[in-house]
């Protein structure tokens, strides 16, 4: 199993960035797909996720209205549009997957069985 992060860059404060997240060795349309980014010297924070059947959740006091979370069953692939973005949204971002995750589970990092390397996300002011 294996799950491919890209798209991270520099970007400056307003810019866009869109992050890709291909997984490969599982039935991918299955499983709930998140977003997690973990800042320097910080926790690593649940950003979104969407579920098999398409329902999405986000942590809405940190994203909301500025980051979204879609994904491609075809492709295997989860995607995250990330717009306004702010130096504070500066952190690696990474992806993950699992199976079974009850909603009110959802944002807990250790519900999510396998994981991506990462994506380096660095906002200028």
């Known amino acids: 199993v294996q799950l491919q992060a890209s798209g991270g860059g520099l970007a400056q404060a307003g810019d866009s960035l869109r992050l890709s997240c291909a997984a490969s060795?599982?039935?991918?349309?299955?499983?709930?797909a998140g977003w997690f980014r973990q800042a320097p010297g910080k926790e690593r924070e649940f950003v979104a996720a969407?579920?098999?059947?398409?329902?999405?959740?986000t942590n809405t006091d940190a994203v909301k209205g500025r980051f979204t979370i879609s994904r491609d069953n075809a492709k295997s692939t989860v995607f995250l549009q990330m717009d306004s973005l702010r130096p504070e949204d500066t952190a690696v971002y990474y992806c993950a997957a699992g199976a079974g995750i009850i909603l009110s589970n959802i944002r807990n990092s250790r519900a999510y069985t396998y994981w991506g390397q990462g994506t380096l996300v660095t906002v200028s002011s």
């Open positions: 060795g599982i039935s991918f349309s299955r499983y709930t």
């Open positions: 969407i579920r098999y059947s398409g329902n999405v959740i």
